[in-house]
């Protein structure tokens, strides 16, 4: 290593050392009367004992003992992973009783490094991602962590390794990629717990040459070990036996000097980023490690995403096939025109008395209601049936007599000729129009039905209009229909003064309830009593629209039990995540992240599982609605609504959080110790 400032340097180390033998000395660590003890079963058996112990800045202290006489326990203790059962433990004089989980954390982020045995890298990212990972919750900036992350690396003899998965890498380099990830944010107190138990003994000198630089250049370096000859490394020994401190002396073999250490690392951590973009950063990092997750289990992912996919394709199909059918009957229904009011011959229906024809509805009747400023027009009409003949053609018709405003009140389109005037009304002229079914009986050869005339009974009748085939799907029939002025109709067929109904178009701009109510007392002034039927277009919509729209939320409420069963799936699938990852979790943690992080990280996942599952459950119902519109159907039809595709979303973005959010609590609320040791 060069003069250089090196990357290695320890961030917050004093300008000058003083060795802990000198008594005015601060330690950083100071532990007194420190239990542990663990529930066994039944009873409670105590690891540590009466541990009292100060650690001084710069010091580089190995732990020994025999197997299970409680180090690693120890060193927990010390790196803020566990809690001791009793006793007081300060570091830089404050008690750490008082710190909650993120404190704990923050501690662990900004001032400790660990190197584990077993390295514990994260197997999906490569080596550079792991180390910056200690960045990522410090919130230091993307570039600048990337490259520290890189330099240390270098240092470390891996500089065309970074880009390497730790299972590309030999146990001594993943050794080191860990040191790397512990110096990452100053890594101030290195702790290792047996850094050297894995390794071959030449990657096991490299690995203690690295530490023994790193305190050398100010880093208090704390670690476990059963090797005596590790032991001798270090410039003071701290033996454990059965939970007990034995012995605790200053190595005589090592001549253990520090050098100076340069303060300029510190430049490095002022390039932090603000709390938001700290936040965001850290959310793009959840959800990186989230895609990573989905992208290692993909047909595992796939079939959690099942439920919801179904789920969410029925819903917004169900909703899209509602929507199509209501739109179909309400187009039929506007057919007879926006908004009409029928009247008919006969009591009202579920009147006791005669039940049809009173014949006494009459064309003054339809004419006062027509007089009333609510009323745009008003049609009359009386229907027969007849045989009509066209050269050698006879066949048995409808024959409706209309007014002027018909085509109007019905909105029914000519494709040929004209329609009645007033004119053709007060002349009772001997003029027809004629449906598409007549044009096809008696014109089937003919281009032009316009001018010839067809035999209704014995009166003659001349085509002056056609109109355009009926796409109405309730009125629509194969037979025959001509229509007439109602006033020929009443004195030439029918030889009679009354009509049997009348359609009234009322104006937009009055309710049509109130127009009902106003023409029935109007009627009523005339004709002395309720003997007439009325019948508003308007209310029939209404009860379309309500029938269609319950049997959509009925439908649409049993395809929700689908959605919560695959959340139910989600949650299930997570929790299996949450306990595959306790290890990561583990690590996360020992490196500094936050519960929040933890938390953060598989809601994220679940949310992602469920969005996507929303999105391809949106595709398949296009793909069905694509389906179901391509048999052509008339009046069956598939139609999205924006709403319900939105819906969808929301829907899949909730069920992810409700039901991620109980193994994401569950993997935030790890203890990091368990989750460590646990693979
Ligand atoms: N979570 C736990 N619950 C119960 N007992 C535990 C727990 N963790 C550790 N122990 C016990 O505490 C004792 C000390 O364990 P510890 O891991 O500290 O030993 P060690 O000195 O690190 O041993 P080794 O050298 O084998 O790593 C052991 O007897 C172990 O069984
Ligand atoms: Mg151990």
Not at 120 to 126: E, W
Not at 210 to 230: A, E, K, Y
Not at 315 to 324: E, M, P, R, T
Not at 560 to 573: A, F, Y
């Amino acid at each position: 290593m060069t003069t250089q400032t090196s990357a290695l340097t320890a961030t917050n180390t004093p300008k000058t050392h003083t060795s802990h033998a000198t008594t005015d000395a601060q330690p950083i660590m100071q532990l007194t009367g420190i239990t542990k003890s663990f529930q066994a079963g039944e009873q409670r058996i105590q690891i540590l004992h009466n541990i009292n112990l100060n650690i001084y800045q710069g010091e580089m202290v190995a732990i020994i003992g025999q197997s299970g006489s409680g180090k690693s326990t120890l060193m927990n203790i010390l790196g803020c992973l566990d809690q001791p059962s009793s006793g007081e433990y300060l570091i830089f004089g404050d008690p750490i009783k008082r710190l909650d989980a993120d404190q704990l954390a923050k501690l662990r982020r900004e001032h400790f490094g660990f190197i584990f045995q077993r390295y514990h890298l994260l197997g999906d990212i490569n080596a550079q991602d792991n180390v910056a990972i200690p960045a990522v919750y410090a919130g230091t900036d993307h570039s600048i962590r990337m490259q520290r992350a890189q330099q240390l690396l270098a240092e470390l003899g891996l500089a065309d390794k970074t880009h390497n998965r730790p299972s590309q890498l030999s146990g001594g380099q993943q050794q080191r990629v860990s040191i790397a990830r512990a110096l990452m944010n100053g890594g101030e107190i290195i702790l290792a717990d047996e850094p050297t138990g894995a390794l071959d003994s030449k990657s096991g000198e490299d690995v203690m040459a690295i530490l023994q630089r790193l305190n050398r250049q100010g880093h208090t370096v704390i670690m476990v070990t059963h090797d005596p000859n590790i032991a001798a490394q270090a410039n003071r020994v701290i033996e454990l036996k059965d939970g007990h401190i034995v012995a605790d002396y200053q190595n005589p073999s090592s001549n253990h000097s520090h050098h100076q250490s340069s303060s300029t690392e510190k430049a490095y951590s002022l390039h932090k980023k603000n709390s938001l973009s700290a936040f965001i950063d850290r959310l793009l990092e959840a959800f990186k490690m989230s895609l990573l997750a989905m992208k290692a289990h993909k047909m595992r992912t796939l079939l959690t995403m099942l439920g919801i996919i179904i789920g969410i394709a029925s819903v917004v199909s169900i909703v899209g096939l509602g929507k199509g059918s209501q739109e179909q009957i309400l187009s039929n229904i506007s057919s007879l025109g926006t908004n009409t009011i029928t009247i008919a011959d006969g009591y009202p229906w579920g009147d006791p008395r005669r039940r049809y024809h009173n014949k006494n509805l009459t064309p003054e009747d339809a004419q006062a209601v027509s007089a009333q400023p609510y009323i745009v027009s008003v049609s009359p009409q009386i229907d027969a049936t007849a045989t009509a003949r066209y050269r050698n053609i006879q066949e048995s018709i409808n024959i409706s007599g209309i007014g002027e405003d018909y085509l109007k009140v019905t909105g029914e389109k000519l494709a040929q000729g004209q329609g009645f005037d007033a004119q053709s009304i007060r002349h009772r002229t001997q003029d027809i129009i004629i449906d598409n079914n007549a044009k096809r009986t008696f014109f089937a050869n003919e281009a032009n039905p316009i001018g010839k005339v067809i035999l209704i009974g014995n009166v003659p009748g001349r085509v002056i209009g056609v109109l355009a085939p009926n796409k109405d799907a309730f009125s629509a029939s194969d037979s025959p229909t001509l229509y007439m002025p109602y006033t020929t109709m009443m004195s030439r067929i029918q030889g009679s003064t009354y009509i049997e109904r009348f359609v009234a178009l009322v104006d937009s701009g009055y309710a049509s309830s109130a127009a009902e109510n106003a023409i029935k007392e109007l009627l009523i002034s005339r004709h002395g009593e309720e003997d007439f039927r009325i019948r508003n277009s308007d209310s029939i919509r209404k009860t379309i629209e309500a029938t269609t729209t319950s049997m959509t939320l009925l439908i649409s409420s049993i395809a929700v039990i689908s959605l919560i069963v695959g959340g139910i799936g989600v949650m299930n699938i997570m929790l299996v995540s949450v306990s595959e990852r306790t290890n990561e979790i583990g690590v996360r943690m020992a490196v500094g992240a936050r519960q929040s992080d933890i938390m953060q990280q598989f809601l994220i996942e679940a949310i992602l599982v469920c969005l996507l599952g929303g999105t391809l459950g949106v595709l398949l119902a296009f793909m069905i609605g694509e389906g179901i519109n391509s048999l052509g159907s008339e009046d069956f039809k598939v139609l999205y609504s924006p709403t319900s595709i939105i819906a969808a979303f929301v829907c899949s973005t909730l069920i992810g959080i409700l039901f991620g959010f109980l193994p994401a609590r569950s993997a935030a609320k790890l203890n990091p110790v368990e989750a460590l040791s646990r693979d």
